[in-house]
């Protein structure tokens, strides 16, 4: 049931839209994906989400939608696994020249929870494609 509801959640950040800000240089992702998680890491799921806000490429109503459920997932994942103490930037990488993944993972009491930021290079800047959060660890070791 979890890995359904993360799994639908990610594949809407698939969707496209035309109302993303850009940002200029690949030196520009990794901030923008700190910004988060250290809004993350202080507890605050609106304002990570409300940073990603301007470069995520699918609409308002989704992404506040995506908010709603990444909120009652995290209630239970409270639950489970104890609260943030703080985040950890694992790696960056690039395939081809207009594709970005930056990993990270958001460190619990008693677990790692991996988040992936997915980055496209479009004619006018940088866009978060996508992004992903999950209980998995396994793919840090394997790749994804």
Same mark, same amino acid.
């Given at each position: ?14 969707? &496209?839209?035309?109302?993303?800000? %850009? ?6 992702? +990794?901030? =923008? ?5 250290? $809004? ?46 703080? &985040?950890?930037?694992?790696?960056? %990488? ?6 970005? +993944?930056? =990993? ?5 009491? $008693? ?34």
């Amino acid at each position: 049931m979890l890995i359904r509801t993360l799994f639908l959640a990610a594949i809407t950040f698939f969707a &496209t839209s035309s109302f993303a800000d %850009t940002l200029k240089s690949e030196e520009d992702l +990794r901030p =923008l994906a700190e910004s988060v998680m250290s $809004k993350v890491a202080a507890n605050d799921l609106n304002a990570a989400f409300m940073a990603m806000q301007p470069y995520v490429v699918i609409t308002d109503s989704e992404l506040q939608s995506a908010a709603l459920s990444a909120k009652a997932q995290r209630e239970q994942y409270g639950v489970r696994y104890g609260k943030t103490i703080g &985040t950890e930037f694992i790696n960056q %990488t690039k395939v081809g020249a207009s594709l970005v +993944r930056i =990993l990270y993972i958001e460190k619990t009491e $008693k677990h790692a929870l991996p988040w992936t930021f997915y980055f496209y290079k479009t004619p006018k800047g940088w866009v978060l494609n996508s992004f992903t959060w999950s209980d998995q660890v396994h793919f840090l070791f394997f790749g994804k």
